[in-house]
């Protein structure tokens, strides 16, 4: 029998920035000071304890009202305008982890906006960074998850797509190729050297979907495959449907405890993943148990 954590998986740079600095800031943090999260920092329940043990306290909007002069935090995946407007009305101070991906999305969304573009976003309309961008329209944005909700847009008008960026590259791309056969009327567009009407923009994470074939190697390459990722993780969700794709034998765990023995009757090779919301840690743990489960025997030290 042989375990092997996936060297690809974990956390996307954009995560472990804002763990970097929630960690600072509460480090940091004088006697009494507390920091607060706007939010869910991670969509992975086993991060989030542990990082209030550290002294993080996850908030609602709603809570907002109730802080005085409070530190609060912005996780990666962003807040509309609208919160950071409320945040200074309150004399919040706001620590603005928004990744950088995802920031940068919000600035171009703006840009196409304020320029009479009709905007598109490829994701899921309650999820967080979603409503951060459709913030960026003055919620004037069109939220779509797939080709059956095209007829949702506008075909007369000068649109631009965007994607949530953790969305999959492969129905983007489908929505893209859709909307250039219905869409008629080009304009030249003042952010691109092209004269098009319909302007799509790849904004999917290049280290979700720069995932796809390495986490498909893997998968392939294992009798079976443990995948942990956080139940309300968008980004896992994607990724645990590629790794099945290539794996049928692929199981979802969020913590260890859900491990069964019976999905490794007659394997010899097992190989964890996980989202870019899963810590190294918890992957880790996760392969030990499964050592501990079918007494899988330590390697020899020197």
């Known amino acids: 029998m042989k375990v092997t954590v996936d060297k690809s998986a974990g956390f996307c740079w954009g995560v472990v920035r804002t763990i970097d600095i929630a960690e600072a800031e509460l480090v940091a943090a ?43 935090l912005i996780r990666a995946h962003g807040e509309p305008p609208s919160t950071y407007e409320r945040a200074k009305e309150l004399g919040i101070q706001l620590v603005d982890a928004t990744c ?23 994701g ?23 080709l059956d ?6 075909l007369n008008r000068k649109t631009v797509l965007f994607s949530q960026t953790t ?76 790794c099945h794709e290539a794996n049928p034998r692929t199981y979802f765990v969020e913590k260890e405890e859900e491990l069964q023995l019976h999905w490794f009757d007659g394997v010899e090779t097992v190989g964890i993943s996980g989202a870019t919301s899963t810590p190294h ?3 880790e743990q996760v392969k030990q148990k499964i050592e501990e489960m079918l007494h899988v025997p330590k390697p020899a030290t020197a």
């Not at 993080?56 to 907002?64: E, R, S």
């Not at 390495?214 to 645990?240: C, P, W």
């Open 30 to 72: 004088r006697d009494g000071e507390q920091l607060y999260s706007l939010g869910d920092i991670i969509h992975n329940p086993t991060e989030i304890q542990r990082l209030e043990k550290l002294g993080l306290k996850t908030i609602t909007h709603a809570d907002l009202q109730n802080l005085n002069k409070a530190k609060v």
């Open 281 to 283: 840690w918890l992957m």
């Open 149 to 154: 909700e095209i007829d949702k847009v506008d």
């Open 167 to 242: 969305m999959d590259k492969e129905t983007f791309y489908k929505l893209k190729e859709e909307f250039q056969k219905r869409i008629k009327e080009f304009v030249v567009d003042s952010f691109e050297e092209e004269a098009i009407e319909f302007h799509a923009k790849d904004t999917i994470c290049g280290q979700v979907s720069g995932r796809d074939k390495k986490l498909r190697e893997y998968a392939r390459q294992n009798d079976i495959m443990i995948f942990v990722a956080g139940r309300n993780s968008s980004n896992g969700k994607v990724l645990f449907h590629i």
């Open 124 to 146: 899921k309309k309650d999820h967080a960074e979603v409503i951060g961008l459709v913030g960026q329209t003055n919620g004037e944005a069109i939220v779509i998850k797939s």
């Open 100 to 122: 950088p991906v995802v920031w940068k999305v919000q600035e171009r969304i703006r840009k196409f906006y304020d320029n009479g573009y009709q905007v598109v976003i490829y």
